[in-house]
């Protein structure tokens, strides 16, 4: 079974401009979460999403949006990009419906705001 | 409210030591426990989880940890450190509803030859 992939793996951007990460979960897995990883702050949750429903949400501002597809691919886009923004973007999957099933994660892509 | 605690962000070890890795969590409620490994420039791998039953859990590369409801504590072990067993290693709990996980803030693991 293939794992979790995120595309791309790598992005620069600048500050202002907008981005989107991509997660492709692995098969059968409904529930997709995000998270942001940066060495000062850890491991903090964006958003989750369940059969299309955002499900629970962290602390981030409205700039950090997600969405997720009826295939269960799901999308992050940040829009207004800040320099703090700089982080390793990771995306996990779930059989989900609170059966605690655990987290799968991809590889991460690592965004870089100039 | 739910939050772990890892004791340690870095943890040296020789090679062929006891590995101990110390977690604590909080929760109003039974938790679910895991703990993940994170290796450079890669995702989180599962190494372990306790949900019900048992309370000593075994996981990949020789890892176990142990639930102690009396503690609060899921801490790691491994009898014998390996080079290959540096990394970044994260404990995490959630609820017996819903699927928000939440993690602690790492421990970094130094394997000395």
């Known amino acids: 079974k293939a794992g979790v992939t995120q595309t791309p793996r790598y992005l620069i951007k600048t500050r202002g401009q907008q981005v989107t990460l991509s997660c492709s979960p692995i098969s059968g897995h409904r529930s997709v979460s995000w998270y942001q990883q940066t060495p000062g702050q850890g491991l903090q949750f964006l958003f989750e999403?369940?059969?299309?429903?955002?499900?629970n949400k962290g602390n981030f501002p409205g700039r950090f949006s997600g969405r997720q597809f009826s295939n269960s691919r799901s999308e992050m886009n940040v829009s207004t990009l800040e320099l703090g923004d700089s982080a390793l973007y990771l995306c996990a999957s779930s059989l989900g419906g609170g059966n605690n099933s655990p987290l799968h994660f991809g590889n991460g892509t690592r965004l870089t705001v100039t | 409210a739910q939050s772990v605690t890892q004791l340690g962000s870095h943890v040296s070890v020789s090679e062929g030591a006891l590995v101990l890795l110390r977690c604590n969590y909080s929760s109003s409620v039974p938790p679910y426990l895991f703990w993940y490994v994170q290796y450079p420039n890669q995702g989180l791998q599962l190494l372990l989880k306790?949900?019900?039953?048992?309370?000593l859990v075994k996981g990949i590369n020789g890892f176990e940890a142990e639930f102690k409801k009396s503690e609060t504590s899921f801490h790691l072990t491994k009898p014998s450190a390996h080079m290959s067993d540096a990394a970044e290693y994260f404990c995490?709990?959630?609820?017996?509803?819903?699927?928000?996980?939440?993690f602690g803030t790492g421990t970094s693991l130094t394997v000395i030859p």
């Open positions: 995490a709990v959630t609820r017996n509803t819903g699927n928000q996980f939440y």
């Open positions: 999403y369940f059969s299309e429903t955002q499900r």
């Open positions: 306790y949900t019900t039953g048992a309370t």
